[in-house]
């Protein structure tokens, strides 16, 4: 049997041509191989390839040995060379937003700590210059932060008016020197 498209021989039977691609189950009415002469097509004299190495070179070939490139190979490389793309253009991008993240919480830690080196100098001219009263009876004065100092009823004096009325300073919270 011949294709109906190319003119080729091929298997008694077959639909497809493996030579031109194409299906050959259904003739076509304008096609010149319908007849049971086959009349192959005129090649150029000037082209080059020749038509009797083509002949040899095609009984040479199996078919089962002929390279197929599979579409779906082709479209499974394209998706992994993109996921492949994407992955570096990610990293890549955080890296750059964690660097300009790590400098932002940089900035922020230094201006809080800036900040509570100076609420604790602020802390430390109020405790040298306050005394807290718990009114217990005890006769002490204490610093804020004091774990002797009862919070829950006290008064508060400059550590002047605590030392003309008697109050002794507390000697966990004050240091010897104010003691005296």
């Given at each position: 049997m011949n294709c109906l498209r190319c003119g080729r021989q091929i298997p008694?039977?077959?639909?497809?041509?493996?030579?031109?691609?194409?299906t050959v189950s259904h003739p076509l009415e304008e096609s010149p191989y319908l007849s049971n002469r086959v009349i192959l097509p005129v090649r150029k004299a000037g082209s080059a390839r020749s038509a009797a190495p083509k002949a040899a070179k095609k009984t040479e070939r199996k078919p089962e040995q002929t390279p197929k490139h599979s579409r779906g190979a082709v479209a499974f490389l394209s998706v992994v060379v993109f996921l492949l793309m994407a992955l570096v253009l990610g990293v890549s991008l955080l890296y750059l937003n964690g660097n300009r993240d790590t400098a932002a919480l940089e900035q922020q830690v230094s201006e809080?700590?800036?900040?509570?080196?100076?609420?604790?100098?602020?802390?430390?001219?109020?405790?040298?210059?306050?005394?807290?009263?718990?009114?217990d009876g005890s006769g002490l004065y204490h610093c804020s932060d004091c774990v002797y100092f009862d919070r829950s009823s006290f008064t508060v004096y400059d550590v002047n008016t605590a030392k003309a009325r008697g109050l002794t300073p507390c000697e966990y919270c004050h240091s010897a020197e104010e003691a005296q």
């Open positions: 008694d039977g077959a639909s497809f041509c493996e030579e031109c691609a194409k809080l700590e800036e900040k509570n080196a100076r609420l604790e100098r602020e802390k430390a001219f109020v405790d040298e210059r306050t005394a807290y009263v718990p009114f």
